[in-house]
């Protein structure tokens, strides 16, 4: 399953309704504070997201009551660590429809899931001659781990393309595929420009010519139901900060048996089966990839953000969201000089944009004295600038707890910018 | 060193006279405003004047007449260009051994509250090029980062 659910643009009612936002609102502390004396209106959760109560206190209470190292210790405090650090692996599991828990591996952050599979699968099985393929709007995070590689091993880059509106060409990224392809490394959605990628359909593609498809879903996890066996990938990759959970945590999924064929990772404790002088074994996934001891307080801190985010449903999530957008769309698109850069159909809650006449970094700089929050650059995205031609996009990205008066105060703020700067 | 130079110290009393963030925030947008396009010409916007490092781009040159630098810059941000505007504007007239005297007090002087780190870091950096300029007795930006200045 790999969809968001559509809203009626000009209503934005219904499923609006039935998500009580106000609610929602309540669990998240930080959006009472205020910003230069105004209210905060956070519009930059696709950089990070914000923390509900549930995880602050799960992080918290991990700490103060049963914190230990988890795995080995003999002692009912790393007991209890370990079993509730476990749960969460099979909780994740449950929440990306993997075969199993052991197909879950916990990392610091997708950028290490990205390079944890260059420097295994990649390493191991990529050769001078071999052809991987990544997209126009990739991060910098699924660029240059392949790039690094690359410049020891020799294999070509090929780049799939994306049109002015920023939607995905399906066909071009067909005739990019042959024997040679051997990876598509690619996300399930733009972080700048908020394009849904058809990632099923990529993957099956990819999959007839023999090529292994590892979909950075950074981005996408938040927006976007996601079942990776339905989407059949080999590879999916998210952090937990975008996920409403703590920063240094990150999650590789991984089919059992392409794991299997990888060599382990990093060298540490944990991940090894027996170590001697004369020749050291190791343990099996997940833990052959877990090398040394691993972000237990963020582990279950995610987990907690991982049930808040299922117990809110995604579909009803997604609905809110894509109400939000509807509407912030709608009311951009009014602004005269306001461009708004990516114009897929299938977008997530990410609206980037420019004021003809402007400069971005001013743009953003004013939002931010109205106590509006947004990114300003290039998002980690500088291949993507280029073929836009542009230097950079203010970001509006919006989170769970977004609402329509967030929404009316970021065009408040334009407006503002428009009278400072013009 | 006391007293930097007059137009260091006008816009020291004027941002110490504004007592609202908004306010200083809008000053130096329109102190960016008010730098025109002849004030620094396409011609002397070219790499060789390019800081590195900027999240907009920041073009800065040193004249040097008499043992004293004068310094110019522009920028395609307004926020930014008003912020080198001021920079250039107060320290220019400095010998080198004056520039040397320059501290992070002194920008800090400004009363820049309104920015955000970002910038302020910016500033920082713009302050150390300057003492840079001094030291190499003038020259390019790429001059300095090579070293050959």
Redesign the interface.
């Known amino acids: 399953m790999n969809k968001i659910v559509p809203i009626d643009a000009q209503s934005g009612s219904n499923s609006m309704d039935a998500y009580d936002i106000e609610r929602v609102r309540e669990d998240f502390p930080i959006l009472k504070q205020h910003i230069?004396g105004k209210s905060l209106v956070f519009l930059d959760s696709g950089a990070s997201a914000q923390k509900p109560q549930v995880v602050i206190d799960a992080v918290h209470e991990c700490y103060e009551t049963y914190y230990s190292n988890v795995h080995r210790g003999a002692h009912f405090l790393s007991q209890k660590c370990t079993d509730v650090y476990e749960q969460v692996r099979g909780q994740i599991a449950t929440f990306i429809n993997a075969q199993s828990e052991n197909n879950v591996i916990f990392t610091s952050s997708v950028t290490e899931s990205i390079n944890l599979v260059a420097q295994t699968w990649g390493r191991k099985f990529l050769k001078k001659g071999d052809e991987i393929i990544v997209s126009e709007v990739e991060h910098h995070a699924n660029i240059v781990p392949w790039q690094l590689l690359q410049d020891e091993i020799g294999f070509d880059i090929k780049v799939a393309k994306i049109d002015d509106q920023g939607e995905f060409l399906l066909d071009t990224f067909k005739a990019l595929l042959s024997p040679k392809t051997k990876l598509v490394a690619i996300t399930d959605c733009s972080n700048v420009l908020g394009t849904i990628l058809p990632v099923k359909e990529i993957t099956r593609l990819a999959h007839e010519v023999g090529a292994k498809v590892l979909v950075d879903g950074t981005q996408g996890i938040v927006h976007i139901w996601v079942d990776v066996q339905d989407l059949d990938c080999d590879f999916y990759g998210f952090t937990g900060h975008k996920i409403y959970g703590p920063t240094g945590v990150g999650i590789l999924y991984g089919k059992m048996d392409v794991l299997k064929s990888m060599p382990p990772y990093q060298g540490g404790g944990d991940m090894i089966d027996k170590v001697s002088f004369s020749g050291t074994t190791f343990q099996e996934p997940p833990y052959r990839f877990e090398a040394g001891t691993p972000p237990i307080a963020q582990v279950i801190g995610l987990g907690a953000a991982i049930k808040y985010v299922s117990d809110l449903g995604m579909e009803n999530i997604s609905a809110h969201e894509q109400g939000l957008l509807a509407y912030a769309n709608e009311l951009l698109s009014a602004i005269e000089g306001v461009q708004i850069i990516g114009q897929a159909k299938d977008k997530a809650a990410i609206i980037s944009f420019l004021i003809e006449g402007?400069?971005p970094?001013?743009v953003a700089?004013v939002l931010?004295?109205q106590g509006v929050a947004t990114r300003?650059?290039h998002h980690c995205a500088e291949p993507l600038m280029d073929r836009l031609g542009i230097v950079g996009t203010v970001r509006a990205s919006f989170g769970l707890y977004n609402n329509k008066d967030d929404v009316d105060r970021l065009v408040a703020a334009i407006g503002r910018a428009k009278e400072?700067?013009l | 060193m006391n007293s930097i130079t007059p137009q260091y110290e006008d816009y020291a009393d004027a941002l110490e006279m504004i007592d609202d963030?908004?306010m200083r925030?809008?000053y130096i947008?329109d102190m960016g405003k008010k730098v025109k396009d002849e004030d620094f010409p396409e011609a002397l916007r070219i790499d060789p004047n390019l800081m590195h490092g900027c999240?907009?781009r920041v073009w800065l040159c040193d004249e040097v007449r008499d043992g004293k630098h004068y310094f110019s810059g522009f920028s395609?941000?307004?926020?930014?260009k008003g912020l080198v505007a001021m920079m250039a504007g107060s320290f220019s007239g400095l010998t080198t051994d004056e520039l040397q005297e320059l501290t992070t007090g002194h920008v800090r002087r400004l009363n820049l509250g309104?920015l955000?780190t970002q910038?302020q870091v910016g500033m920082m950096a713009m302050l150390e090029t300057f003492k840079k300029f001094g030291l190499a007795g003038g020259g390019t930006i790429a001059q300095l980062r090579s070293g050959s200045a």
Do not use: K, Q
Not at chain 2, 76 to 80: E, L, Q, S
């Open positions: 230069y402007t400069h970094f001013d700089a931010d004295r300003v650059g400072l700067l | 963030e908004d925030f809008e947008i999240m907009s395609d941000a307004i926020i930014v309104a955000t910038r």
